[in-house]
T-cell receptor
Framework: TQLLEQSPQFLSIQEGENLTVYCNSSSVFSSLQWYRQEPGEGPVLLVTVVTGGEVKKLKRLTFQFGDARKDSSLHITAAQPGDTGLYLC???????????FGQGTELSVKP | EPEVTQTPSHQVTQMGQEVILRCVPISNHLYFYWYRQILGQKVEFLVSFYNNEISEKSEIFDDQFSVERPDGSNFTLKIRSTKLEDSAMYFCASNKLAANEQFFGPGTRLTVL
């Protein structure tokens, strides 16, 4: 069974704090995507990481792909209430193949 | 910016009825997918479609399900005889095969009564 474990499941922090969300698997991925999903809407792609050890930045969000391509992390610096939402990681094993999703991290940033 | 669109946004049906969920993928994309998300659960893969045929399907995608690309733009998911447990959000996605970036539509909420 292909599994992607995401942690923590829930995170409630104050505005201005930093946080990290983790995505782990025993399998090697071809690539890994991070999405953000609002209630009742589809996942919105934030970033794709492909190369082991790759780091990508999107404003205050930093995404890293593990050297062995089995894990990834999302770090948010100085979180803002607008960052509140569900963050999903999803990996694939071959180009064009299905995505395996983690269960998501529900982030709440309080002003 | 191009986006995946889905219709209807919400479909209510009686158990045993057939439903067709429609998607218009991004125009220059080559791979198409259907996923579903039961309330409070993970997004689950159903089926992928490439070059006018199914390339992969999950064990959820049984004989009650079918997909079709009837013309150059639409991609449909048909559920022949709906069951209560088919109630979920159904998402269509498409991919241009550039680092496997899958772009999702807004979803169709299917409610089976």
């Amino acid at each position: 069974t292909q599994l992607l474990e995401q942690s923590p499941q829930f995170l409630s922090i104050q505005e201005g704090e930093n946080l990290t969300v983790y995505c782990n698997s025993s399998s090697v991925f071809s690539s890994l995507q991070w999405y953000r999903q609002e209630p009742g809407e589809g996942p919105v792609l934030l970033v794709t990481v492909v190369t082991g050890g790759e780091v990508k930045k999107l404003k205050r969000l930093t995404f890293q792909f593990g050297d062995a391509r089995k894990d990834s992390s999302l770090h948010i610096t100085a979180a803002q209430p607008g960052d509140t939402g569900l963050y999903l990681c999803a990996g694939d094993y071959n180009q064009g193949g299905k995505l395996i999703f983690g269960q998501g991290t529900e982030l709440s940033v309080k002003p | 910016e191009p986006e995946v669109t889905q219709t209807p946004s919400h479909q209510v049906t009686q158990m045993g009825q057939e439903v067709i969920l429609r998607c218009v993928p991004i125009s220059n994309h080559l791979y198409f997918y259907w996923y579903r998300q039961i309330l409070g659960q993970k997004v689950e893969f159903l089926v992928s479609f490439y070059n006018n045929e199914i390339s992969e399907k999950s064990e959820i995608f049984d004989d009650q399900f079918s997909v079709e690309r009837p013309d150059g733009s639409n991609f449909t998911l048909k559920i022949r005889s709906t069951k209560l447990e088919d109630s979920a959000m159904y998402f269509c996605a498409s991919n241009k095969l550039a680092a496997n970036e899958q772009f999702f539509g807004p979803g169709t909420r299917l409610t089976v009564l």
